[in-house]
């Protein structure tokens, strides 16, 4: 598991290399494909359509690492795992978990595009 749920040091340290600007465009992208991305997975847990909550949740882990949310994205490799195995109920339980844990992370990343 994560040691951290998030890593301020890994957006300051990426934004010391692309520049603020950077930093909120990486941030936009993530805020805005969020919702489609939640979507997706509730979705497919509600649709039995276990293909479609894997590779959501794959996109997550890497867009959210990548941001330093290693919460969200640890979460989102336990659900990628559930659905590999098609497993509903436990998908369920860890997304009930991301929902919480990505809205914390959302808040984290509005709050680091007002830094410079």
Request: net charge negative.
């Amino acid at each position: 598991m994560y040691k951290k749920a998030i890593d301020s040091a890994l957006i300051e340290r990426m934004a010391s290399f692309g520049g603020h600007e950077l930093k909120v465009q990486l941030i936009d992208m993530f805020l805005d494909k969020m919702p489609e991305r939640a979507a997706l997975i509730n979705q497919g847990i509600l649709n039995k359509e276990a293909d479609s909550v894997e590779r959501t949740a794959h996109s997550l882990i890497s867009s959210a690492g990548n941001l330093g949310g290693f919460a969200v994205s640890d979460l989102a490799v336990e659900l990628e795992a559930a659905a590999m195995q098609a497993d509903y109920p436990k998908m369920s339980s860890i997304n009930q978990k991301l929902i919480k844990t990505v809205d914390e992370f959302q808040a984290f990343l509005i709050q680091q595009k007002t830094l410079s």
